[in-house]
């Protein structure tokens, strides 16, 4: 598998209301944290990218059309994170071998990160790749698509990290040298740290 048989799925829907701004559209330098995340991708030659919108969808349209890449309007984003998990994998096309999700508070993740997740769904044969930290999961797992219609039809609790717990025999883990991946902006603290994160170091 290569970069440009996934879809990255970018769930950008919610009210961002711990924050106290819109979360997409902070700033990371002279960009905002969308470009940063679509702009990720793009680096790892993942061309298929498709942002989840719902709350301030029309601020975001401008952003997600520079970069001319797909959105996707959740209707029912105001049911949380699965519901634009769901959005978001419904239209994965069926030539597409494998998914990344991240949610948009997650900007700082690197390139190398992607395509290491990448290699490794290509030679260990599992159909749940996650990123570890020092023996900690984080973001993105890359899912495989046949994954896809089960997660739109699921009705279980705890959302889609209960579904992946039912999936477990067929995840790996992947060691990555990368601590962004659990480094997401619930608050101002939060964000400040991944401000000065992204002043201190190259992040790319």
Same mark, same amino acid.
């Given at each position: ?26 700033? *990371?330098? %002279?960009?905002?944290? !969308?470009?940063?995340? /679509?702009?990720?991708? =793009? @680096?790892? #030659?993942?061309?298929? $990218? ?57 900007? *700082?993740? %690197?390139?190398?990160? !992607?395509?290491?997740? /990448?290699?490794?769904? =290509? @030679?260990? #044969?599992?159909?749940? $790749? ?75």
């Amino acid at each position: 598998m290569k970069p440009h048989d996934t879809t990255a799925i970018v769930l950008s829907a919610g009210y961002s209301s711990r924050m106290g701004a819109f979360k997409p559209l902070l700033r *990371l330098g %002279r960009q905002t944290v !969308l470009d940063r995340i /679509i702009g990720l991708f =793009r @680096s790892a #030659g993942v061309e298929d $990218v498709r942002v989840v919108v719902g709350h301030r969808c029309e601020d975001l349209k401008p952003c997600v059309e520079k970069w001319d890449v797909g959105w996707i309007f959740n209707e029912n984003y105001r049911d949380g994170m699965i519901a634009s998990v769901k959005a978001g994998v419904a239209g994965i096309g069926a030539d597409r071998e494998a998914f990344f999700l991240l949610p948009v508070d997650i900007p *700082l993740v %690197r390139t190398h990160t !992607l395509l290491q997740l /990448i290699e490794a769904y =290509r @030679s260990r #044969g599992s159909g749940i $790749v996650y990123p570890t930290f020092r023996g900690k999961r984080g973001h993105p797992p890359l899912i495989s698509a046949r994954y896809a219609k089960e997660i739109v039809r699921w009705t279980g609790s705890g959302g889609l990290r209960s579904f992946l717990k039912e999936k477990e025999i067929d995840a790996v883990n992947v060691a990555v040298e990368d601590e962004h991946i659990l480094l997401d902006m619930d608050t101002q603290a939060d964000y400040e740290i991944i401000l000065q994160r992204w002043a201190a170091h190259d992040v790319s």
